[in-house]
């Protein structure tokens, strides 16, 4: 079965360095990946996608992520983080009956 | 502003009650999905339904059910409420029907069963 997994609940990092989200897969067949961002009492934002092409996929916000087959790893990063990003994000696979299923979360504290 | 609108924002019922929570899709999306997110369980997929008919089905209970009318818009049936119940319930729409597009949440319904 498809699955994602992101092995860390929290990521602690100071504004202006760089950071990075972590998430592993499990498909059968071509992987079709998603990142979302939940801020407080809101819902879940769209911030990127890997579905083909290129390994570096950039998205909202200025984050990417990079896509890495031999890994199975879809890890999100950004090159400055800032405190507004501060929240949860989700990393998410598309499963054989073309749902989503969603990691476990990971919630990212920027630091001033 | 997703597009997304789901009503109530927040719940509050006793165990063994029955809710219904509302979804409107952004204009011209086809695809409703619905998710349960609590702190133990994380997001579940519960169910999606593409143009009026169920398409798939996840972790959805016995004691829930959906549907989408014609006008697309979806409701979310709990009934015989239990404390484990209580969570944020989440509805999101996408123009597809397959799941390589991006998914438009809205802001959920908090539901509190006491």
């Known amino acids: 079965a498809q699955s994602v997994a992101q092995p860390e609940d929290q990521v602690n990092v100071a504004e202006g360095n760089p950071l990075t989200v972590k998430c592993t897969y499990s498909?059968?067949?071509?992987?079709?990946l998603f990142w979302y961002v939940q801020y407080p009492n809101r819902g879940l934002q769209f911030l990127l996608k890997?579905?083909?092409?290129?390994?570096l996929v950039k998205g909202s916000y200025g984050f990417e992520a990079e896509f890495n087959k031999s890994q199975t790893s879809f890890h999100l990063k950004k090159p400055s983080a800032l405190v507004s990003d501060s929240a949860l994000y989700f990393c998410?696979?598309?499963?054989?009956?073309?749902?989503?299923?969603f990691g476990t979360g990971t919630r990212l504290q920027v630091f001033p | 502003d997703s597009g997304v609108t789901q009503t109530p924002k927040h719940l509050i019922t006793a165990t063994g009650q029955r809710v219904t929570l509302r979804c409107s899709p952004r204009?011209?999306?086809?695809?409703v999905y619905w998710y349960q997110q609590s702190l133990d369980q994380g997001l579940q997929f519960l169910i999606q339904y593409y143009n009026g008919e169920e398409r798939a089905k996840g972790n959805i209970l016995e004691r829930f059910s959906a549907q989408q009318f014609p006008d697309l818009h979806s409701e979310l049936n709990l009934s015989s409420l239990e404390l484990g119940d209580s969570a944020l319930y989440f509805c999101?729409?996408?123009?597809?029907?397959?799941?390589?597009?991006?998914?438009?949440f809205g802001e959920g319904s908090r539901l509190t069963v006491l």
């Open positions: 999101a729409s996408s123009v597809s029907e397959v799941g390589v597009g991006e998914l438009f």
């Open positions: 498909v059968s067949g071509n992987p079709y």
């Open positions: 890997y579905i083909t092409g290129d390994n």
């Open positions: 998410a696979v598309r499963d054989d009956t073309d749902k989503l299923i």
């Open positions: 204009s011209g999306d086809l695809s």
